[in-house]
T-cell receptor, first 111, second 114 residues
Framework: GQQVMQIPQYQHVQEGEDFTTYCNSS?????IQWYKQRPGGHPVFLIQ?????EVKKQKRLTFQFGEAKKNSSLHITATQTTDVGTYFC???????????FGGGTRLMVKP | DTAVSQTPKYLVTQMGNDKSIKCEQN?????MYWYKQDSKKFLKIMFS???????INETVPNRFSPKSPDKAHLNLHINSLELGDSAVYFC?????????????FGSGTRLTVV
């Protein structure tokens, strides 16, 4: 079945450093979504990418969708302690009925 | 106003018991879901429910059953609880059925089976 993989699993950075997480799917996706889960919290929708090669920005966050629509990345510029949490990518399952989540990348930021 | 609310927030129970988790959304969304998040933070889809149509992830044991009294509610019933059922359960909703819109998640229910 369709799988969504994320790397790395964990990332420690010093505040002010950049951070990138990568997401790969075994199949072509109609769209990819990104979520953030703060420690002890619940996943919160950040953004959806639909078009091949699409790039979207939200302040210090840059999201990309690959040309083949099988991979995506989230880049954070100059991390802050408020960026701490687990970042998940998610794509439709094979039938398009539900979202399948990647394993997440846990970001830790040292002040 | 909380968009997707779950109760209880914490649930501790013994093996073999039957328990329920309630979920309500006030967003007017068409579809609701249940996800299980294990200790490694992996989020696994369990069910999708839309207009009386239930879609089940085939890996979910039949001890788990969702019940929807109306469009705004999707409760999760679990029979004969096992130690491995310990996890955080999240309810979510989306504007329409499928995976082409963002999901709104509830704050989760931490279930501990002892």
């Amino acid at each position: 079945g369709q799988q969504v993989m994320q790397i790395p699993q964990y990332q420690h950075v010093q505040e002010g450093e950049d951070f990138t997480t990568y997401c790969n799917s075994s199949t072509t996706l109609s769209n990819i979504q990104w979520y953030k889960q703060r420690p002890g919290g619940h996943p919160v929708f950040l953004i959806q990418l639909v078009k091949s090669g699409e790039v979207k920005k939200q302040k210090r966050l840059t999201f990309q969708f690959g040309e083949a629509k099988k991979n995506s990345s989230l880049h954070i510029t100059a991390t802050q302690t408020t960026d701490v949490g687990t970042y998940f990518c998610a794509g439709p399952d094979n039938a398009g009925n539900m979202l399948t989540f990647g394993g997440g990348t846990r970001l830790m930021v040292k002040p | 106003d909380t968009a997707v609310s779950q109760t209880p927030k914490y649930l501790v129970t013994q093996m073999g018991n039957d328990k329920s988790i309630k979920c309500e959304q006030n967003l007017g969304h068409d579809t609701m879901y249940w996800y299980k998040q294990d200790s490694k933070k992996f989020l696994k889809i369990m069910f999708s429910y839309n207009n009386k149509e239930l879609i089940i992830n085939e890996t979910v044991p039949n001890r788990f059953s969702p019940k929807s009294p109306d469009k705004a509610h999707l409760n999760l019933h679990i029979n004969s609880l096992e130690l491995g059922d310990s996890a955080v359960y999240f309810c979510a909703s989306s504007q329409v059925r499928g995976a082409n819109y963002g999901y709104t998640f509830g704050s989760g229910t931490r279930l501990t089976v002892v």
